[in-house]
Structure formats: C-alpha cells, structure tokens
Nanobody, 128 residues
C-alpha cells in the first residue's frame, strides 16, 4: 500500500509560478511511475504530467496544455515527485492530484484509471 501526500498549492497571480510536491510512503519508490492530474470545477480529470519508474527510464510526459510551462521531476532518495509550474494561467486553476502505480505500462501513463494510488489533492488558484 502506498500513501501519497501533496503540498505546495495556493493562490498565484497569472504569469506566476508554483511548485507542487508529492511524498510517497512505502518502499521501492524508484519503481513507481508518478503522475499529476488536475480537475477543475465541473470538469473531468485531466492529465498534466507523468514520469516513469526505473524500468521506464524515468521518461517524462506532458499534457498539451502545459507543455513548455510545467516540468516534472522526481527525487528517489526522498520518495518525492515534483511539479514545477511556470507561466500560470487562470485556466490552470484546479485541484491537482498526484498518482502512483508500479505496474503501469508506458502506453497507459497518461490515463487516470491506470493508476492505483492517489493523493488527496491540492488546490491551485490562478487569479489576479
């Protein structure tokens, strides 16, 4: 069983930056693919970014709406996955969720229903 705890959300002005972190409990963190998803009011959960585990070569993936603005990284020594968000826009306002899965295949890494473990979410609000 893996528990995920997100942090770093908050209120930021358009054009600003935020860094989200997700700390995972348990062992063998390096073997887990880590994903970030978001869900705005009345919207479906949307893929934001993901980074594969050791067997995936830690390859990273991004949703089209965040490419060039967001960066995902991981620190296996700290059991942490990070999402650096730059040039934030009001459309980025959402609850951001961290997800993890050990068995996921790369072709499924952008699909929310492919992940077994989820955090509680952290609110990001972009507004002036």
């Amino acid at each position: 069983q893996v528990q995920l705890v997100e942090s770093g959300g908050g209120l930021v002005q358009p054009g600003g930056s935020l860094k989200l972190s997700c700390v995972a409990s348990g062992e063998s963190f390096r073997n887990y693919a880590m994903g970030w998803f978001r869900q705005g009011p009345g919207q479906e959960r949307e893929f934001v970014a993901a980074i594969g585990g050791a067997r995936h070569g830690y390859r990273s993936y991004y949703g089209n709406s965040v490419k060039g603005r967001f960066g995902i990284s991981r620190d296996n020594a700290k059991n942490t996955a990070n999402l650096q968000m730059n040039s934030l826009e009001p459309e980025d306002t959402a609850v951001y969720y961290c997800a993890a899965d050990r068995q996921i295949i790369l072709s499924d890494i952008t699909r929310a229903n492919a992940y077994d473990y989820w955090g509680q979410g952290t609110q990001v609000t972009v507004s002036s």
